[in-house]
């Protein structure tokens, strides 16, 4: 027996964004988008030690949105906002913040860019107002259907070391795949410390 296994295809639109509580946004206003973990270390340090000071600065400008990553429909935006913009794999990070056309991905990234982006918005909105429209009208990266057969297995594992600030994403991808395919499944997290772990 065979079946049919689909995808979901990420069209991410302003209107889908501005449809995420944002009741009583201004139309007028850009949108700030800030990804992140609950898992993530870098990401509450940016969330509680820098953010704050952004917003008090230049959060008149614009309307800030956090999409938290493990709930699905927050990864896809992400998923699709790293498709339009050609993110590599190897940059890929949190935190992310997308603004105006750009997306700046990690801790780094977020604290040595960001204020750049904003008064640089400020300092020219229709030329960043341009860019932004450039970036949404991009159709994000679609993945054609695949036919399996029902009984097949896959297993799936990953590798992790205690403390690692970055290793929460490779969770996080896992279930989001799972999501999409509407399959449960037994995830190995095996680490690094402890060789004598077995798979299955």
């Not at 944002?22 to 949108?31: H, I, N, Q, R, S």
């Not at 400008?61 to 913009?85: G, I, P, Q």
């Not at 037994?186 to 299955?200: A, C, F, N, T």
Request: net charge negative.
């Amino acid at each position: 027996m065979m079946q049919t296994m689909y995808k979901k295809v990420f069209f991410l639109i302003l209107p889908w964004i501005l449809s995420l509580s944002l009741t009583g946004f201004a139309e007028d206003k850009p949108v700030m988008l800030f990804y992140y973990s609950f898992d993530c270390e870098h990401c509450i340090e940016i969330k509680q030690e820098f953010l704050p000071g952004i917003l008090d600065k230049y959060g008149k400008h614009f309307d800030f949105v956090e999409l938290e990553v493990s709930k699905t429909a927050n990864f896809d935006s992400l998923f699709a906002m790293e498709s339009r913009l050609n993110i590599p794999e190897s940059d890929k990070d949190y935190p992310a913040v997308y603004f105006m056309g750009t997306m700046l991905e990690g801790e780094i990234a977020v604290r040595m860019r960001l204020e750049y982006l904003v008064k640089n918005y400020l300092s020219n909105p229709d030329s960043a107002k341009k860019i932004d429209r450039e970036v949404m009208s991009r159709v994000p990266e679609v993945i054609e259907p695949e036919t399996i057969e029902s009984a097949k297995k896959v297993y799936m594992a990953y590798f992790y070391e205690q403390g690692c600030k970055e290793c929460g994403r490779a969770e996080e991808i896992t279930e989001w795949i799972e999501s999409l395919y509407d399959i449960s499944s037994r995830l190995d997290k095996l680490e690094k410390s402890k060789p004598d772990q077995e798979i299955g």
